[in-house]
């Protein structure tokens, strides 16, 4: 397994759009081979004293901190598709920024990927 995770600030009064725009635009992973994709709008996220969520992304008071991951079967999938995508012949409204513009500056999202070290279930 791997895994794309993301801290992205939105506006608050952005969330349904939010909603809409992750809708949209995971359906387009899962077809090209994601497991899972996971949007989390923030509810308890707190001011930490040296470094937190909401200064990583420098969210201001009208914005909420939203927490994604995407779970891949490989990291050579999840290579194959983010090149697939970004090549310039790949079209798809879904990810056009002209019929699906994100509603938050995607400029201040913070992301990587992951080799799961531990993964436990209950």
Not at 17 to 28: E, G, Q, R, V
Not at 60 to 84: M, Y
Request: glycine share 6%.
């Amino acid at each position: 397994m791997y895994i794309d995770g993301f801290v992205i600030p939105v506006p608050t009064a952005n969330r349904q759009a939010f909603i809409d725009h992750a809708t949209k635009a995971d359906s387009l992973f899962i077809e090209l081979g994601a497991l899972r994709v996971v949007e989390c709008w923030g509810d308890d996220v707190p001011e930490g004293k040296v470094t937190d969520f909401r200064r990583a992304v420098d969210a201001t008071a009208e914005e909420s901190v939203c927490f994604s991951w995407i779970e891949w079967p490989d990291k050579a999938t999840r290579d194959a598709v983010f090149a697939k995508m970004m090549s310039e012949d790949f079209k798809d409204p879904r990810i056009d920024q002209a019929t699906n513009a994100m509603p938050f500056d995607g400029k201040r999202m913070i992301f990587g990927g992951y080799v799961p070290v531990v993964d436990m279930a209950g």
